[in-house]
């Protein structure tokens, strides 16, 4: 097993976000294997699109059409356990070659900070090792990646707002294509400079000296 791999956890899913996930499918050859985490089951029913993998320990399960995980491999955990079930979704990834991994539903249904903040800092422990996670976080508002001492290029995503926050203590920044630039530009974690840019180029490049967040919104 090698390659990419669509993750949906137990979040908030956006209207929209049907229509982005198929079109996202649609783009991608292989086709990525879909892993449902608990209760992210619900929405991959919703889109039809039965997964290969269902990640859960039961407690967040939903109705479950029949037949509907006819083809799919059950990776059952204990409810209590010292990791979230996104968690154990990565190490399965990492464990199996999935190093190309899109989250969906990252963004927590309930409003709760931690899950949400637990969630965007998930790829952190795999970012080093033999293979290296390469993680997106994607709705049909927004999308995260993170970057840790490398360049993201950013192509077709003209017009969009660009946010850079820095996740180690200081980061090391240059920004093409946006209407603020930046050349080597030191941003400590905690300041708000790399906030609220705007990319003005059909292909942008955000690249760090560090570990950060790249979020791109509407």
Same mark, same amino acid.
């Given at each position: 097993?090698?390659?990419?791999?669509?993750?949906?956890?137990?979040?908030?899913?956006?209207? @929209?976000?049907? &229509? $982005?996930?198929?079109?996202? #499918?649609?783009?991608? +050859? *292989?086709?990525?294997?879909?892993?449902?985490?608990?209760?992210?089951?619900?929405?991959?029913?919703?889109?039809?699109?039965?997964?290969?993998?269902?990640?859960?320990?039961?407690?967040?399960?939903?109705?479950?059409?029949?037949?509907?995980?006819?083809?799919?491999?059950?990776?059952?955990?204990?409810?209590?356990?010292?990791?979230?079930?996104?968690?154990?979704?990565l190490?399965?990834?990492?464990?199996?070659?999935?190093?190309?991994?899109?989250?969906?539903?990252?963004?927590?249904?309930?409003?709760?900070?931690?899950?949400?903040? @637990?969630?965007? &800092? $998930?790829?952190?422990?795999? #970012?080093?090792?033999? +293979? *290296?996670?390469?993680?997106?976080?994607?709705?049909?508002?927004?999308?995260?990646?993170?970057?840790?001492n490398?360049?993201?290029?950013?192509?077709?995503?003209?017009?969009?707002?660009?946010?850079?926050?820095?996740?180690?203590?200081?980061?090391?920044?240059?920004?093409?294509?946006?209407?603020?630039?930046?050349?080597?530009?030191?941003?400590?974690?905690?300041?708000?400079?790399?906030?609220?840019?705007?990319?003005?180029?059909?292909?942008?490049?955000?690249?760090?000296?560090?570990?950060?967040?790249?979020?791109?919104g509407?």
């Open positions: 097993m090698a390659g990419t791999a669509f993750v949906f956890l137990n979040g908030y899913y956006h209207r @929209g976000d049907r &229509l $982005l996930v198929n079109r996202q #499918l649609r783009r991608r +050859r *292989p086709r990525p294997l879909v892993i449902a985490v608990d209760g992210g089951l619900s929405f991959v029913q919703r889109c039809g699109l039965p997964p290969d993998f269902w990640l859960t320990d039961l407690d967040s399960a939903p109705t479950i059409r029949k037949g509907f995980l006819s083809q799919a491999q059950l990776l059952l955990h204990p409810s209590i356990k010292d990791k979230t079930d996104g968690e154990l979704a190490e399965f990834c990492s464990r199996n070659n999935l190093t190309d991994i899109t989250i969906f539903g990252w963004y927590d249904s309930n409003g709760e900070t931690d899950h949400l903040l @637990g969630n965007l &800092l $998930l790829y952190e422990n795999h #970012l080093k090792g033999k +293979r *290296p996670l390469r993680v997106r976080y994607l709705d049909s508002r927004q999308e995260i990646y993170p970057i840790s490398e360049k993201q290029r950013l192509v077709g995503y003209r017009g969009r707002r660009l946010s850079v926050v820095p996740i180690s203590r200081r980061i090391v920044l240059t920004l093409r294509g946006t209407a603020f630039p930046a050349r080597e530009l030191v941003v400590n974690r905690g300041q708000s400079i790399a906030l609220r840019n705007r990319i003005t180029a059909r292909q942008a490049s955000v690249t760090v000296r560090g570990a950060a967040l790249i979020l791109v509407e």
